[in-house]
């Protein structure tokens, strides 16, 4: 899991995962050579990516939920129902809006805002 160090509300969440007891290495996307992971940098700053043991990558919700599904019930089960048909729809706009607004979130700052799309 990659998570975006620059951004409070990012770094707070993702000191919560070893909690979680997940399956999974933490590291802020700084740190590492997106472009080898192939992870978009542009992508990466909006949604947090998750690269698979395969190579593949995904982003935001579905980040969420692979982290999920490396846990233990009832974790992995919550992982599977975020990108259920007619879940997934309302998980996207979920994680959405709370990207939009982590500058605005415990632990978030100004420099936790999203970049301008104007």
């Known amino acids: 899991m990659l998570y975006d160090a620059d951004c409070g509300f990012c770094t707070k969440a993702a000191g919560f995962v070893p909690r979680l007891r ?30 698979h043991a395969d190579g593949s990558v995904v982003y935001g919700h579905r980040a969420i939920a692979a982290v999920l599904r490396t846990g233990r019930a009832p974790l992995r089960m919550i992982g599977r129902i975020i990108t259920l048909p007619g879940v997934d729809p309302a998980a996207r706009l979920t994680y959405g809006w709370v990207a939009r607004h982590r500058h605005q979130l415990p632990g978030g700052t100004p420099s936790c805002a999203l970049p301008s799309t104007d």
């Open 22 to 51: 997940l399956d999974i290495d933490v590291t802020a996307l700084q740190s590492v050579d997106l472009e080898a992971l192939g992870v978009s940098a542009e992508r990466a700053v909006v949604e947090m990516p998750f690269v």
